[in-house]
Nanobody, 123 residues
Framework: VQLQAYGGGLVQAGGSLRLSCAAS????????MGWFRQAPGKEREFVAA????????NYADSVKGRFTISRDNAKNTGYLQMNSLKAEDTAVYYC?????????????????WGQGTLVTVSS
């Protein structure tokens, strides 16, 4: 499956953005998907994940209550709604997919990665 993330940009602290991840090349509903992010000088970290049906979600503690992951299998697209953004959310955000139903938080369990989209939150 090929993934393309988009929707990043510059936003003020407290604002919102919605990232999208368009999938192609395979049956999207057969894959769990996740979002990871990487800030300058830091390792890539888990943000959120969702099961292949959309029935199960998983969030990093740092984004719980502010971010919402979702998917529309009919449109082969996943989403990350980000609210109450903080300067520390500034990073390149990557969407990713793994074979299987469970949306894991473990980076090594993901098989496919998109190119990343930059989110910059100004304080």
């Amino acid at each position: 499956v090929q993934l393309q993330a988009y929707g990043g940009g510059l936003v003020q602290a407290g604002g919102s953005l919605r990232l999208s991840c368009a999938a192609s090349g395979s049956t999207f509903s057969r894959y769990a998907m996740g979002w990871f992010r990487q800030a300058p000088g830091k390792e890539r970290e888990f943000v959120a994940a969702i099961s292949w049906s959309g029935g199960g979600t998983n969030y990093a503690d740092s984004v719980k209550g502010r971010f919402t992951i979702s998917r529309d299998n009919a449109k082969n697209t996943g989403y990350l709604q980000m609210n109450s953004l903080k300067a520390e959310d500034t990073a390149v955000y990557y969407c990713t997919a793994r074979r299987g139903s469970y949306g894991s938080s473990r980076i090594y369990e993901y098989d496919y990665w998109g190119q990343g989209t930059l989110v910059t939150v100004s304080s």
